[in-house]
């Protein structure tokens, strides 16, 4: 699997899947959320609203994924995860962990071979961008063998700082 960072605009990314950094409604929000959802246009949240009243119905839990098609987006599908807020007392590093390998869990189950995250809670949800990294890359690295069909990891990110973390710990690894 091949891993790469760089910086852009997630909801530009010609790639069959991307990642969400979603609230547990999945009804959109700020940051990345929010541009995901405005990019995609309403068939997005339509497809959200399905999927909350079908099967999350109290909403997406903290490192959990689903999919859904992608709107007006390049990609084929969003992959919605929830990250663990830091200022709620969401802490683990498993937690973050976990959305990553469940992102890529769903990514693969729909045929994805290609795939692009953001830096899912590194934003307003508190986390210090190079734990965030570190995480992020370890886990993508080790679950890799678990999604062989997936060839490769876009982390596509909105700040210099947080691009300098994810280049550290990608040549570092």
Do not use: K
């Not at 959109?28 to 309403?42: K, M, T």
């Not at 099967?55 to 992608?70: C, F, K, M, S």
């Not at 962990?97 to 953001?118: E, I, M, N």
């Amino acid at each position: 699997m091949q891993i790469s960072c760089h910086l852009g605009d997630i909801t530009t990314e010609r790639v069959d899947a991307i990642v969400n950094a979603a609230n547990p409604s999945l009804l959109g929000g700020g940051g990345v959320d929010g541009a995901i959802h405005r990019a995609a246009g309403p068939e997005l949240l339509a497809q959200c609203r399905r999927v909350r009243a079908d099967d999350w119905p109290g909403g997406l839990p903290v490192g959990e994924a689903v999919a859904t098609g992608a709107g007006a987006l390049p990609a084929r599908w969003v992959v919605h995860t929830v990250g663990p807020n830091r200022h709620a007392g969401q802490t683990d590093p498993a937690l973050l962990a976990s959305c990553f390998s469940r992102s890529l869990d769903v990514a693969h189950a729909l045929g994805a071979r290609t795939v692009a995250f953001p830096a899912i809670s590194a934003g307003v949800y508190g986390w210090d961008a190079a734990q965030v990294a570190h995480v992020a890359v370890t886990t993508v690295r080790a679950h890799g063998p678990a999604v062989p069909g997936i060839e490769e990891v876009r982390f596509v990110l909105f700040g210099a700082d947080v691009l300098a973390e994810f280049h550290r710990v990608i040549e570092a690894s």
